[in-house]
């Protein structure tokens, strides 16, 4: 009989995965690390870096609508169903896909070149005029970049499917030099519009980095959906629609908010941008790589392992979110002080911004969790369910968030605070109502956690006191002797815990490198 548990062969398979995926996001995120602090040298927190928030959250809207939700939702489950199969068919679902997204894209690129004034007075205050001029341009030249990422989105699905993992790694990696690319060659005559044309540079580049994994790709147009797999697709996306409904209305009061405080949208930019780096190492790489199992196990009605696999996810993210977030917030000040005070960016922002990073980083560790939770809904063919709390979320931030706004003096970090109890409200529901459908009891979550946090917690008091200690030498060596001997007092108190994913993840590491 075979083996549910973890070890096995698809887990194995799994961690693998997380890891090459892994490598394409610490390489993402690294040169992300590069092209935000570039962005503050040359614009700082101003009003420029405001007005391209704005205007990239259209284009970034359109993506996630029609993309990104639908590519773990439906894409990559359905997808993987026929990969293993006929190529013929699998080719033919694929371009019907393909065909219906891309003249869906095309219209929304047209209507929102049109509309561009109307669209950015929708997401800022009416007395905000500078912002609006120069929002309003910079969504038309964007608009473009939503194609290009629509292209790229639907060719990571089809890698993903395949079980491809290498290109699609890395293309966040380029388009992030993509953007750096034009920011540092035409700030000087361009100023903030430099920075969209570096996004159309990327948006591209993503595309033409995934065309060798498509080499024998047998794409035909076809606008009918006729493909049962299609129909089934769109009836699975449907339900992703209601979701990304609540987060465009979530966005617009959002942005719509902080476009009444100065530089707000900008350090929010930034202080996400620290928050990003251990999200996408971590839970994406995780939730990306198991997706297709979990799938393939559902399909085949194997309730064991799709319960040992959603479980050894979780607890793999919890082995390395809860480190990560408590050292960004023992070391803060210092890491945002290394990686944006340069240029226009001077020790006020830094300030300002480490706080709004404290802020946001209760929300890391339920926002991890969030998507490996999710993706086990998509994996279940259930895009319904995890949209709906999507509705249930945004209350939780207005909860949070209007009162703060109101009552008190905290200006924007009021949103901060409400955007990290939406994640934590989000990822609460989502795991409540996935525990009805899959039970988790015997899988040691809660051991898993407590252990965790024990193990974070002390870390987190040793690396705040010694970059105490060390607070006159220069940020660099602050923050890696402290966050260096953070890691390996973590790595030493996990294994002392006997924390069970290090075990799993240990041996899956062996095992890689061993091949």
């Known amino acids: 009989m075979s083996d549910p548990l973890p070890g096995s062969t698809a887990l194995r398979g799994i961690a693998s995965a997380a890891m090459l995926i892994a490598v394409g996001n610490v390489l993402s995120r690294l ?49 993987s169903e026929y990969a293993e199969g006929a190529r013929d068919e699998f080719w033919q679902v694929v371009s019907g896909v393909l065909s219906i997204a891309l003249a869906a894209l095309t219209a929304l690129v047209a209507l929102g070149v049109w509309q561009a004034p109307l669209i950015v007075a929708a997401l800022t205050r009416s007395q905000e005029s500078e912002l609006r001029a120069l929002a309003t341009p910079l969504v038309r030249l964007l608009m473009p970049a939503v194609l290009l990422m629509g292209i790229s989105g639907l060719a990571t699905a089809v890698l993903h499917a395949q079980r491809r993992f290498l290109l699609p790694a890395f293309v966040m990696v380029v388009f992030s030099l993509g953007m750096m690319l034009g ?7 361009l100023g903030i519009n430099s920075l969209a044309i570096g996004a159309l540079i990327g948006a591209g580049a993503q595309v033409v980095l995934q065309l060798p994994g498509l080499r024998g790709a047998r794409l035909r147009p076809s606008l009918g959906g006729g493909h049962p797999a299609v129909r089934r697709i769109l009836r699975l996306y449907a339900p992703v629609t209601l979701g990304i409904g609540f987060s465009i209305v979530g966005t617009l009061i959002d942005r719509w908010l902080a476009s009444g405080f100065t530089a707000a949208l900008g350090t929010m930019r930034y202080a996400t941008t620290l928050i990003q780096f251990p999200l996408g190492l971590v839970a994406s790489a995780v939730a990306l790589a198991v997706l297709p199992t979990l799938s393939r196990q559902s399909a085949a009605a194997d309730e064991a392992r799709f319960r040992a696999t959603l ?20 070391l803060a000040t210092p890491i945002t002080r290394l990686v944006f005070e340069r240029g226009a960016f001077g020790a006020a922002d830094t300030a300002v911004t480490a706080l709004a990073l404290l802020l946001y980083l209760p929300g890391l560790p339920a926002a991890a969790l969030d998507q490996v939770l999710i ?11 995890p949209n709906l709390i999507q509705g249930a979320a945004i209350g939780c931030y207005l909860l949070a968030a209007l009162p ?25 529901i989502t795991y409540a109502l996935l525990s009805r459908a899959v039970p988790l009891h015997g899988q040691r979550l809660g051991e898993a956690t407590r252990k965790g946090l024990l193990a974070s917690g002390l870390m987190a008091g040793a690396v705040a006191g010694l970059a105490a200690l060390l607070s006159e030498l220069p940020t660099v060596i602050v923050v890696a002797v402290a966050g260096g001997a953070g890691a390996l007092l973590y790595l030493a108190l996990s294994a002392t815990l006997r924390i069970e994913a290090l075990g799993f993840f240990s041996e899956a590491l062996r095992a890689r490198l061993g091949r």
């Open 404 to 428: 703060l706004l109101w009552f008190t003096h905290l200006g924007f970090l009021a949103l901060v605070i409400g955007n990290s109890a939406q994640l934590i409200g989000h990822a609460l």
């Open 31 to 79: 040169v992300g690390f590069v092209r935000e602090p570039i962005i503050a040298y040359y614009f700082g927190r101003g009003v420029a870096v405001d007005a391209f928030q704005i205007a990239w959250t259209v284009p970034s809207t359109i993506y996630d609508m029609l993309i990104a939700g639908a590519v773990s939702a439906a894409l990559v489950p359905v997808f």
């Open 375 to 385: 993706f086990a809904f998509y994996a279940r063919k259930n895009t319904l369910t």
């Open 311 to 330: 479980a050894m996810g979780l607890k793999v993210v919890l082995l390395l979110i809860l480190p990560a977030t408590a050292g960004l917030a023992a």
């Open 183 to 189: 920011v540092v060659i035409l700030h000087d005559r």
